[in-house]
T-cell receptor, first 114, second 106 residues
Framework: DAGITQSPRHKVTETGTPVTLRCHQTENHRYMYWYRQDPGHGLRLIHYSYGVKDTDKGEVSDGYSVSRSKTEDFLLTLESATSSQTSVYFC?????????????FGPGTRLTVL | GQNIDQPTEMTATEGAIVQINCTYQTSGFNGLFWYQQHAGEAPTFLSYNVLDGLEEKGRFSSFLSRSKGYSYLLLKELQMKDSASYLCAVGQNFVFGPGTRLSVLP
């Protein structure tokens, strides 16, 4: 499972509140990713990181921010949650050499915004 | 940009062979990945193609044609446990297609 954990695994919150999701890895991988998955849309990239303090936006980054202050943790923050951010959030790491690398996913966080 | 397409749903019978297609348009290419995702679970890696041709891994094989922007995943000797969604992804930042939900019937 590439040593990836996510917390919390389930969260219910109210519109307008801040929410932070945590992804933790134990194997010193450089690249980490946050995706959301919704019916009919598949997995969509929110933000990714290519090192400590190095992050970039994905295709659905509006309303989300990230931070990576140490290699093992990648945090996703919803500054003011909206109902459209109700989703399942997956963290992933990238493993391997540049020619054979692939992604491994954490177990996911189910977020409900009321 | 990148555009990836897969059929939404497929149905097959236990013991049969099924082919799941993926077509893509991408500005850069560093390989095509296939993942399996059971309902309520995280995706798990199945296969990777970077060169044209067929890669075989037990009951699962994956084919790639870079000139046609086309790949398929071939599942043989289908089992009930193969009922899942199958996702293809391309690009350095792993852009995913919408996924194909496969139902295997007895």
């Amino acid at each position: 499972d590439a040593g990836i954990t996510q917390s919390p695994r389930h969260k219910v919150t109210e519109t307008g509140t801040p929410v932070t999701l945590r992804c933790h890895q134990t194997e010193n991988h450089r690249y980490m990713y946050w995706y959301r998955q919704d019916p009919g849309h598949g997995l969509r990239l929110i933000h990714y990181s290519y090192g400590v303090k190095d992050t970039d936006k994905g295709e659905v980054s509006d309303g989300y921010s990230v931070s990576r202050s140490k290699t093992e943790d990648f945090l996703l923050t919803l500054e003011s949650a909206t109902s459209s951010q109700t989703s399942v959030y997956f963290c992933a790491i990238r493993e391997g050499t540049s020619s054979t690398d692939t992604q491994y996913f954490g177990p996911g966080t189910r977020l409900t915004v009321l | 940009g990148q555009n990836i397409d897969q059929p939404t749903e497929m149905t097959a019978t236990e013991g049969a062979i099924v082919q799941i297609n993926c077509t893509y348009q991408t500005s850069g290419f560093n390989g095509l990945f296939w993942y399996q995702q059971h309902a309520g679970e995280a995706p798990t890696f199945l296969s990777y193609n970077v060169l044209d041709g067929l890669e075989e891994k037990g009951r699962f094989s994956s084919f790639l044609s870079r000139s046609k922007g086309y790949s398929y995943l071939l599942l043989k000797e289908l089992q009930m446990k193969d009922s899942a969604s199958y996702l293809c992804a391309v690009g350095q930042n792993f852009v995913f297609g919408p996924g194909t939900r496969l139902s295997v019937l007895p």
